[in-house]
């Protein structure tokens, strides 16, 4: 019989406030919405955040930013400080973070992946205990964070790999979320439910949530502000589209039907302990974020941060 408490019922019934982090940089800090929804459903308080990761568009720097790159915000510790509205990085850039923090009204939290699994678990946990919050959830919109790394279409595994890998290390009882399966175009959804499938049989997979129709309106505002096509295509799900929509000018297609609008819920170190997240375990122990991106590039795994560096050093 499966244990209660390894539910999503039994992780999130006596939560007082849930820190909700999007681990895919850019615009997978809304899909925190719709596990805060969930989180208020059972009672509990919701703080959302993602990394201070963006997309080339909006900043052209490789990598993620440190936090004293950052003006305008209001540090917690090292790794995570809140932003607002006024947010911004190197060259004035807002953060899709510092958008969502329009949208809510609210600050919202601001991630520095680069001290790696380690450092980032030691962050979270110390951010927690400032913010009285006593549940983590991780949420990837689209899927990525359990490729096996051969996938045709992966192109960002480093990010979701060192933010779950540090899920499996914190000490705060933590839940990982994939929401709008295979929307951001790198996984295929059979690919993505592969992966999912691989999670129920290895006990690891936890439930099942959609975002009810009257958090709808909210997901769109957040999506107009942030201008993100993954979460853009789970919203379009999540109102009953199907077919397939044009991502990443018009270069990718993803599928749009009711299992997009989906989120799962899994035990982070279930799906590491039982090799349903190769990644994410294979940076388990990396020192740091750049760390994880060697052990990844000796994996032939090309991420997004040599990607991003290829890019700039041919200027662009």
Same mark, same amino acid.
């Given at each position: 019989?499966?244990?209660?408490? +390894? ?5 999130? /019934? ?21 596990? #805060? ?14 990394? $201070? ?20 915000? &209001? ?12 947010? $911004? ?24 992946? $680069? ?12 951010? =927690?205990? /400032?913010?009285? =919050?006593? +549940? ?15 996938? *045709? ?14 899920? #499996? ?43 009810? *129709? ?14 993100? &096509?993954?979460?853009?295509? #789970?919203?379009? =799900? ?5 077919? $397939? ?9 993803? *599928?749009?039907? *009711? ?58």
């Amino acid at each position: 019989m499966a244990d209660p408490e +390894r539910s999503l019922d039994g992780i999130l /019934r006596d939560a007082r406030r849930v820190l909700c982090v999007g681990i895919g940089g850019g615009g997978d800090c809304v899909g925190t919405l719709v596990v #805060a929804d969930l989180a208020r459903r059972f009672g509990a308080d919701a703080v959302c955040g993602g990394l $201070t990761w963006e997309r080339r568009v909006v900043d052209p720097l490789p990598g993620p930013r440190r936090l004293d790159e950052l003006d305008g915000h &209001e540090p917690l510790n090292g790794a995570v400080a809140w932003a607002r509205p006024h947010t $911004t990085g190197p060259g004035g850039f807002a953060f899709a973070e510092s958008r969502l923090a329009g949208v809510l009204g609210e600050p919202v939290l601001l991630v520095d992946p $680069t001290p790696g699994p380690a450092g980032v678990a030691a962050a979270l946990d110390d951010a =927690c205990a /400032r913010l009285g =919050c006593d +549940r983590v959830a991780l949420v990837d919109v689209g899927g990525d964070v359990l490729a096996v790394g051969d996938e *045709p279409g992966l192109g960002s595994p480093l990010a979701d790999a060192v933010l779950l890998a540090a899920g #499996a290390r914190l000490r705060t009882p933590a839940v990982g979320f994939v929401w709008g399966a295979a929307c951001d175009g790198e996984l295929t959804l059979d690919e993505v439910l592969a992966r999912v499938s691989a999670l129920a049989a290895a006990g690891a997979l936890l439930g099942t949530w959609g975002p009810p *129709p009257a958090l709808l309106p909210r997901l769109e505002a957040a999506v107009a502000a942030v201008a993100t &096509e993954a979460s853009a295509a #789970a919203v379009a =799900c999540a109102r009953g589209e199907t077919g $397939t929509a044009s991502t990443r000018r018009g270069t990718k297609a993803v *599928p749009l039907g *009711p299992v997009g609008a989906l989120a799962f819920a899994f035990d982070p170190r279930g799906a590491l302990d039982h090799g349903v997240a190769p990644l994410a375990a294979a940076v388990r122990d990396a020192a740091s974020l750049e760390d994880a991106e060697a052990i990844l590039a000796g994996r032939g795994i090309r991420s997004e941060l040599a990607y991003e560096r290829a890019m700039h050093a041919a200027g662009a």
